[in-house]
């Protein structure tokens, strides 16, 4: 990927959550916001550390065991989850954080922070994506770990409601994981309020009205919509590669205290630069549920009955990887 110049980026629309509430506090939109230091004034920006969260226990006083992410899930062949204990994988990523030199963070990445901070003001720019050859798929990551479904009283280290205020249903996931872990392209179904705890990720975003660049994958996942592009493998794709260039995307760097609104079907992928500690907080007015949710139920419920896209999905083991048969529908 020498040459390969791939999509052009803006930088996100950007505000210190201070200026937020002066303005009124957030309200609805359709596209992307950064919020700088939003998290650092909740209880979780010092409670959540990779050691004190190592030292939580079940209510019977045993270790918490559970599953992980083994390999990149949205893309290619789906791997068997990996189920082990969570204490040790969390005390070394406390040691791998910890070895990491102040100011190295800035000088790696899609977009070095150093050459991102010399971008103008509407600057369009591309993408450094020989960054990504030095990446394996062979890492696990604790991913979408429902923890405050599991350990109730963590919620309150949480004051969301502060950021996004109104009636809606909500959903938590923490994940966790090392430096140079990748989320595939993909979009949700419901708004998102990613709030990074520790550590450094990239995202890149693109908006529904590129959806036509983003070949939309046949693969089966509940809630997401997944593409065939897989960004640490583009040299890979050809036909991938030619058409993710021809996107127009916006690029954010979520530092450890920001929190990123992902609007509902806003295609995005992850880097993570750093160790880090992340939750994503879906939501859904009832409205939405209304009007959106009954078609994702409807298609679950054929999935398990191995009526839809059984086989070529996220949630079961594929014996194969089925090469991409066009549109999801």
């Known amino acids: 990927m020498n040459h390969y110049v791939g999509p052009e980026f803006q930088q996100i629309e950007t505000v210190h959550w201070r200026d937020l509430e002066a ?12 919020v700088k230091g939003a ?7 010092q409670q959540w550390t990779f050691d004190k969260l190592a030292e939580l226990r079940r209510p019977d006083g045993s270790e918490v065991v559970t599953s992980f992410q083994n390999g990149l899930v949205e893309q290619g062949v789906t791997r068997e989850p990996v189920i082990q204990p969570v204490a040790p994988y969390l005390r070394k990523l406390a040691d791998a954080a910890a070895t990491i030199r102040a100011g190295r963070i800035d000088d790696i990445g899609l977009l070095p ?29 604790l991913a979408q770990w429902y923890i405050l ?19 809606r249903r909500t959903w938590e996931y923490t994940f966790i994981g090392p430096a140079n872990t990748v989320t595939g392209l993909h979009y949700d179904f419901p708004n998102n309020w990613f709030c990074q705890v520790s550590g450094v990720k990239e995202f890149l975003l693109f908006p529904p009205d590129q959806s036509p660049q983003m070949c939309k994958s046949r693969k089966y996942d509940w809630g997401a919509t997944l593409s065939d592009i897989d960004i640490s493998r583009l040299d890979e794709q050809p036909a991938e590669r030619e058409s993710f260039a021809r996107a127009e995307g916006l690029y954010a760097r979520v530092e450890a205290g920001d929190a990123l609104f992902v609007p509902s079907r806003t295609w995005h992928a992850v880097v993570s630069l750093e160790p880090s500690i992340s939750l994503a907080v879906f939501g859904l007015t009832p409205w939405e549920i209304l009007a959106g949710g009954l078609p994702s139920e409807t298609r679950a419920l054929l999935h398990r009955l191995h009526l839809y896209r059984w086989g070529n999905c996220t949630c079961h083991r594929m014996q194969h990887a089925p090469a991409s048969q066009g549109a999801l529908t």
């Open 39 to 45: 998290v650092e004034r909740w209880p979780a920006s």
């Open 23 to 34: 303005r009124g506090g957030f309200r609805p939109r359709q596209q992307p916001l950064l």
């Open 149 to 167: 479904n599991e350990f109730p009283e963590l919620r309150q280290h949480f004051e969301i409601g502060q950021l996004w205020p109104g009636l």
């Open 113 to 141: 922070n150093r050459r991102r901070q010399s971008l103008a003001e509407g600057e369009r720019f591309h993408l450094d994506w020989n960054y990504l050859k030095t990446f394996t798929a062979d890492q696990v990551y």
